[in-house]
């Protein structure tokens, strides 16, 4: 790991427990989870946003007056209003991307939940998401949130990730494969 990608992990590992200590203790995991919602789309929608949040031209007041204006518009609770306001003070709203995956890894584990990022060459009905997601329960015995995405490139199957496991049963990868034995062969 890159050291400024371990100085955010290390920074954004205190913030979350702290945030999330203070959210299962007022029974707001809900609340919490529903502003890292809020938070993340923000982020993805906004590059003007990252922008702020990394760079260094801004005082403290105003990254705090920024921030806390941004709450209020969100309708964020206030544990996570806090913990933004506090990052702005102490220069760490860079971390926030870590800060929320930390959270809902947290947020999951306290579920008793695991994500799995599944990339498929089409868009899943419903059916086959809730299948694929009984079927990934039983091999890792959680409850399964999947992340879905979708990759024409792939032509067909699907590529699986849970935790450190990868399964890929793409017809894109199947290809690949084909083609390395053939060019071991002649």
């Known amino acids: 790991m890159s050291e400024p ?9 205190r913030y979350a427990t702290a945030v999330f200590d203070l959210a299962k203790e007022s029974s707001a995991l809900a609340a919490l989870e529903a502003d890292l919602d809020t938070l993340e789309a923000a982020l993805n929608d906004s590059a003007d ?14 990254l705090a007056k920024a921030v806390s204006a941004l709450a209020a518009k969100m309708n964020l609770s206030q544990s996570t209003a806090g913990a933004l306001g506090m990052m702005a003070q102490n220069r760490r709203l860079f971390a926030l991307p870590a800060l929320i995956a930390e959270l809902r890894r947290m947020i999951a584990d306290e579920k008793g939940e695991v994500t799995a990022d ?5 868009v899943l009905t419903k059916a086959q998401a809730d299948q694929l997601a ?8 959680k409850k399964v949130k999947l992340n879905v995405a979708v990759d024409e490139a792939l032509i067909g199957g699907l590529i699986v990730k849970v935790g450190s496991k ?21």
Not at 54 to 61: K, Q
């Open 166 to 186: 990868m399964i890929d049963t793409s017809i894109r990868s199947k290809l690949a494969a084909l083609q390395n034995s053939m060019k071991e062969v002649g």
């Open 134 to 141: 009984a079927t990934l329960k039983e091999r890792v015995g």
């Open 5 to 13: 990608a371990s100085i955010s992990t290390g920074i954004a590992n």
């Open 49 to 62: 946003l990252r922008g702020v949040l990394t760079s260094p031209v801004y005082s403290r007041e105003e």
């Open 118 to 122: 599944v990339t498929s060459a089409q």
